[in-house]
C-alpha cells in the first residue's frame, strides 16, 4: 500500500520559512517523480514545484528563488525548503508521485499526501 505523508506546515509571519516533508512508504520516491501542490483557499490546486527521478528539479515562477526542493533516498522523504514566505503562498500543500517523467496537472500524479496547511500571516 503506496501512502504519502506531508507534514511540517504552519502559521508564520511573512519573511519566515518553513520545510515541508514528503514521507513515502510502499514506494521509492527515487524512481517516481514528485511534485508539491498548492491549493490557496477558494482556488485550484497547482503544481509549485516538483523533482524528478534523476533530482532534475522544476520551481513555478512565483517560488523560484525562494524554495527549494529536495530528496534523501536513504529516508525515502522529499523536502520543499520554504524561505521568505508571502501571504500568497498561504494554502495547504500537497505531494504526489508518479512513474516517469515529471508532469505539471494534478491528473497526471498517481499518489497523493493528505495535504498540510501553510498559513502565512502577520
Known amino acids: 500500500q503506496v501512502q504519502l505523508v506531508e507534514s511540517g506546515g504552519g502559521v508564520v509571519q511573512p519573511g519566515g520559512s518553513l520545510r515541508l516533508s514528503c514521507a513515502a512508504s510502499g514506494v521509492r520516491l527515487d524512481y517516481y517523480a514528485t511534485g508539491w501542490f498548492r491549493q490557496p483557499p477558494g482556488k485550484e490546486r497547482e503544481q509549485i514545484s516538483c523533482i524528478s527521478s534523476s533530482d532534475n528539479p522544476y520551481y513555478t515562477d512565483s517560488v523560484k528563488g525562494r524554495f527549494t526542493i529536495s530528496r534523501d533516498n536513504a529516508k525515502n522523504t522529499v523536502y520543499l525548503q520554504m524561505n521568505n514566505l508571502r501571504p500568497e503562498d498561504t494554502g495547504v500543500y500537497y505531494c504526489?508521485?508518479?512513474?516517469?517523467?515529471?508532469?505539471?496537472?494534478?491528473?497526471?500524479?498517481?499518489?497523493w499526501g493528505q495535504g498540510t496547511q501553510v498559513t502565512i500571516s502577520s
Open positions: 504526489a508521485a508518479r512513474r516517469g517523467n515529471p508532469r505539471t496537472r494534478p491528473n497526471e500524479y498517481d499518489y
